[in-house]
């Protein structure tokens, strides 16, 4: 499995990148996980976008969902130019049925449902749920091929939950949107000690802090998330590919 964050912040994308999103790759299959602002040409550094196979969603806030629609009108155009792809899978959960509605667009993309503590089989991967703590109803989501697991947390605060359903990760995938003087201030978010301690917690061999925030240095988020995880830690790196052989 080979992962590649094309966006690292939150919120909104600063100049010239994307807000959270990861494109995640198995033999030829290629999976976005998050489709935020920028993410659409973010994604074309890598792959042609009738590359894409499938997309899934953690929730509903436009920072998760913003270039969907441009995802959309992509297809829309190559089919006008007589390159119509088959029906691209969107799988988002069905919490808010508007939201999920806006998943299936024309012929050319189908939303697909996806719940909390189930699996689905997406291409080689087996695809897992766990719901976090935010202020709309979101899902922390596990990729699992050939033994390795890659966990997301998507956007969260502090929970139990997580912890049990990262255990043993190969590699996490951490929001971390918070300084430590935000921490409690600031629902639905982690801060770097926390995103460490989850880390430590469910013995993952790697982290990585993502979600970020555009104010302050981003190192000393990294630093409070080292001092509670003994294993290795960084900043995602966009373009970087995290390979889980
Ligand atoms: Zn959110």
Same mark, same amino acid.
């Given at each position: 499995?080979?992962? !590649? ?12 990148? $994307?807000?959270?999103?990861? +494109? ?43 270039? /969907? ?11 006008? +130019? ?7 899978? !969107? ?5 808010? *049925? ?15 449902? /996806? ?13 897992? %749920? ?8 979101? +899902?922390?989501?596990? %990729? ?9 947390? $998507? =956007?969260?605060?502090?929970? =139990?939950?997580?912890?049990?359903? $990262? ?5 996490? %995938? ?6 430590e ?11 770097g000690s926390?995103?460490g301690t989850?880390?430590q ?19 000393? !988020?990294l630093y409070e998330a080292k001092k509670k995880f003994s294993?290795?830690a ?5 373009? *970087? ?5």
């Amino acid at each position: 499995m080979n992962i !590649i964050p094309l966006g690292i912040w939150g919120g909104y994308p600063k100049a010239n990148s $994307a807000t959270s999103s990861f +494109l995640i790759e198995q033999d030829g299959f290629h999976c976005l996980f998050d489709c935020g602002s920028g993410v659409l040409s973010s994604l074309q550094n890598y792959i042609a976008l009738e590359q894409l196979d499938a997309v899934v969603i953690s929730h509903y806030h436009a920072d998760h969902i913003a270039d /969907i629609g441009s995802l959309q009108f992509s297809r829309i155009i190559q089919y006008y +130019l007589g390159q119509p792809s088959p029906a691209l899978p !969107i799988y988002g959960h069905k919490q808010d *049925k508007e939201q999920f509605a806006k998943l299936t667009y024309k012929e050319q993309t189908q939303g697909i449902e /996806i719940q909390e503590h189930s699996s689905v089989q997406i291409g080689p991967f087996t695809v897992t %749920f766990c719901p976090t703590v935010h202020p709309v109803y979101c +899902l922390a989501v596990k %990729f699992t091929v050939n033994g390795k697991s890659a966990v997301f947390t $998507a =956007d969260t605060e502090w929970s =139990d939950q997580l912890v049990t359903f $990262a255990q043993h990760a190969d590699i996490l %995938f951490s929001e971390a949107n918070l300084y430590e003087e935000h921490l409690g201030k600031s629902p639905g978010h982690l801060a770097g000690s926390e995103a460490g301690t989850l880390a430590q917690q469910a013995s993952v061999t790697q982290l990585v802090l993502t979600h970020l925030p555009h104010h302050g240095d981003v190192s000393d !988020i990294l630093y409070e998330a080292k001092k509670k995880f003994s294993g290795p830690a960084e900043i995602a790196e966009v373009g *970087k590919k995290y390979e889980l052989l």
